[in-house]
């Protein structure tokens, strides 16, 4: 992953110790097109849609839940952080809070350390545990292994000041979550990020088990709905007046 | 819509009762053993119990339709089965053929001894079973009635359906003896007794007469002669009638033989054609067709039923009633499509 000297006027306010995976210096429109590389385009479109939809004044962090694993939620989180930089310029940093089966890291080819699991030992700046992603996409990893510690470490993150100094530091901050159900942090770290977005995946997620996830949370969150390609032909479709 | 999708995303489960109907079909008919098939035309000219209306028009049923009825009936007896397969051939052949008669499931290897049908029976059994499927009565029109027999051989299926039309003419004959006989004996009692009361009103007159010669012969101008007369000439009128009956009913007895009610107009021929497989591979696959879809419209109703997953936005609106942001139709990999919210 490499690293950029980019023009950004919102560059001129990173934090001297941000960490630099590289030293290669790249143009914005480069930053662009390999940030445009880790995800579709077409996902790329529907995270705009929905950050049309759920974002209001105020509100610089979200949080991507699922009620099961496997439903999507890693790919929208990043989306959602690249889109808040390619489309506003906002510095974005995307926290991988699911520590018992951390993707991002590997999503953005970088390593797993450091990550909030070393972070919340100690009075740390945030600053010097994230790495550049892409442009100004900035991950907070997990960090190694927890060995089934996660609910201590999501419990220290929450007394500690992380989070201040995170949303202090950045335009946005989203947060990739553990899912709602099947993991022991999965509510907890839903709590503590500001806006809820949960990811369904359709064709594959009970009805039950996402009513049961959005019942345990505080209200009602709103959604994105993932895989709905139909595998009806088009030609039928438009023959029973499903598509225009 | 929802029937479809099921239908589509498990199409390989949908498609397989579909293709395994097709093929168990034509496996089946493929190891049934080659049939042959002799036909016979009959005449059909009799009267119809119950057809005593004034015109044909007026008739409910076709002296054909008729017949057809009466080998149907027949056919499904043992005995008259039986006596069609000793007289044309069948249970010899069997005896000799243990194997060569199994047909359906019997003909399958490994399936005989568990059908029916199979070798485990007797040959008697076997004749009973078979033959009302060996033999096919159509009515070509109101006076024609075709007999099919089918047979491993055409020699064969020629002799079953000769051996057919002789047991069944055989039948019809010993039936109508039986009521002609019935007929002649209730009316020969009947002549009797009249003739036993014109005699004793015709003596009684003749005494009358003797005691009264100045009466005339008929009676005129005495009332007793004339009661006597009067007596004498019904009783005389009711033994004619009676005779006459009796004579008819003697006639049709000396006539059995000959009132089948039908003549062979084309005699079942031993080169008789062999039964198209073509023909039965379509019907067979029509079936097989048919039951596939069934249970495929089945499986995916049950699949349709069970999935209890959100299928779209509007799915989740309606059940959940959440707000939905958006709508990607697939991530990662594969082609993926964002669509708004509210188009889905």
Not at chain 2, 162 to 186: M, W
Request: charged share 15%; net charge negative; aromatic share 4%.
């Amino acid at each position: 992953m490499s690293t950029e000297a980019v023009s950004s006027p919102r560059l001129a306010r990173l934090h001297p110790g941000a960490r630099k995976a590289g030293s290669a210096s790249v143009s914005r429109a480069e930053a662009a097109a390999q940030a445009r590389r880790l995800v579709p385009g077409e996902l790329l479109d529907g995270c705009r849609q929905a950050l049309q939809r759920v974002a209001a004044p105020g509100v610089r962090s979200y949080g991507i839940t699922s009620s099961i694993r496997g439903e999507g939620r890693t790919s929208v989180a990043l989306g959602f952080a690249l889109v808040e930089w390619l489309d506003h310029e906002r510095r974005t940093v995307v926290v991988d809070l699911d520590f018992e089966a951390p993707e991002l890291h590997r999503r953005l080819d970088l390593p797993d350390s450091p990550g909030i699991s070393e972070l919340v030992e100690g009075h740390n700046n945030v600053e010097d545990f994230l790495q550049r992603a892409v442009g100004d996409v900035w991950l907070l990893s997990a960090g190694p292994s927890l060995d089934g510690d996660a609910p201590r470490c999501l419990s220290r993150l929450a007394q500690s000041t992380v989070m201040s100094q995170l949303v202090e530091w950045a335009d946005t901050v989203v947060f990739d979550l553990p899912p709602i159900l099947g993991t022991p942090t999965g509510l907890e770290a839903a709590r503590l990020c500001g806006t809820p977005v949960m990811v369904i995946r359709a064709g594959v997620t009970p009805l039950a088990r996402i009513k049961e996830a959005t019942d345990a949370l505080p209200a009602p969150p709103p959604v994105i709905v993932n895989g709905v390609s139909s595998s009806v032909p088009r030609w039928l479709r438009r023959m029973m007046g499903d598509v225009q | 819509m929802r029937f479809l999708e099921t239908f589509f995303r498990h199409r390989i489960v949908a498609i397989l009762p579909v293709v395994l109907g097709l093929a168990v079909a034509a496996g089946y008919v493929l190891v049934q053993p080659r049939q042959y098939t002799s036909t016979a035309s009959l005449w059909v000219d009799l009267t119809v119990p119950g057809n005593a209306a004034a015109s044909a028009a007026e008739q409910y049923e076709d002296p054909s339709t008729y017949l057809q009825s009466q080998i149907q009936e027949l056919l499904a007896t043992r005995s008259f089965a039986l006596a069609v397969g000793q007289s044309g051939g069948l249970i010899s052949y069997l005896q000799d053929h243990p194997q060569s008669g199994a047909s359906g499931l019997a003909a399958i290897p490994g399936l005989g001894a568990l059908s029916s049908s199979g070798s485990a029976g007797s040959v008697d059994d076997r004749v009973a079973a078979d033959l009302p499927n060996m033999v096919s009565v159509v009515t070509a029109g109101p006076q024609v009635l075709n007999l099919v027999v089918s047979g491993p051989s055409p020699q064969l299926a020629a002799a079953v359906a000769r051996a057919l039309i002789r047991e069944f003419t055989s039948q019809v004959v010993t039936a109508a003896q039986s009521d002609d006989q019935t007929s002649v004996s209730y009316y020969g009692q009947q002549v009797a007794q009249a003739q036993l009361s014109l005699q004793q009103a015709q003596q009684q007159l003749t005494e009358y007469l003797a005691a009264h010669p100045k009466v005339p012969a008929d009676g005129t101008g005495d009332a007793t002669a004339t009661e006597l007369y009067e007596a004498v000439q019904i009783d005389q009128t009711s033994y004619q009638s009676l005779l006459s009956q009796y004579q008819q009913a003697q006639l049709d007895l000396a006539n059995a033989k000959s009132q089948s009610g039908f003549e062979v107009m084309d005699a079942p021929a031993a080169g008789g054609t062999a039964v198209s497989i073509t023909k039965k591979l379509v019907e067979a696959g029509a079936a097989g067709l048919l039951i596939g879809l069934l249970v495929s419209a089945l499986i995916v109703t049950g699949l349709t039923w069970a999935d209890r997953t959100a299928r779209d936005a509007a799915d989740v609106r309606r059940v959940l009633g959440l707000e939905v942001a958006a709508s990607i139709e697939q991530i990662p990999g594969g082609t993926v499509t964002s669509t708004p919210a509210g188009e889905t």
